[in-house]
């Protein structure tokens, strides 16, 4: 399922249309979902708003890292979020609060 979600997002990216931020959450939630947090985050990485790649996808929202910290808890690591500083770091330059995520 996650394979197929992620299949779709780059397929619309390949005929020239830029996914939209819940598209692109969707497909880091299957990730997640299925306990892939190594493709989730690999994901997430092309929606960081310094990725050079960016333009292919939607920037992270809020959204976005709530799915990584919920896909980090279910694989039993929810109070060392594989590496905080850089997800907090990651949020700070999209503009988000990690207050209004990491709580």
């Not at 959204?63 to 770091?89: H, M, P």
Request: glycine share 6%; hydrophobic share 40%; aromatic share 4%.
């Amino acid at each position: 399922m996650p394979e197929r979600a992620e299949a779709m997002v780059w397929e619309m990216v390949s005929k020239g249309m830029k996914p939209t931020a819940t598209q692109s959450n969707l497909v880091l939630e299957a990730w997640s979902k299925a306990g892939n947090m190594r493709r989730a985050e690999m994901f997430a990485d092309r929606m960081d708003p310094v990725s050079r790649n960016r333009e292919e996808v939607a920037l992270a929202t809020e959204e976005t890292y709530q799915i990584l910290k919920e896909g980090w808890a279910l694989a039993g690591v929810s109070n060392e979020i594989q590496d905080r500083r850089e997800l907090s770091g990651r949020m700070q330059n999209a503009g988000i609060s990690h207050q209004a995520v990491l709580m």
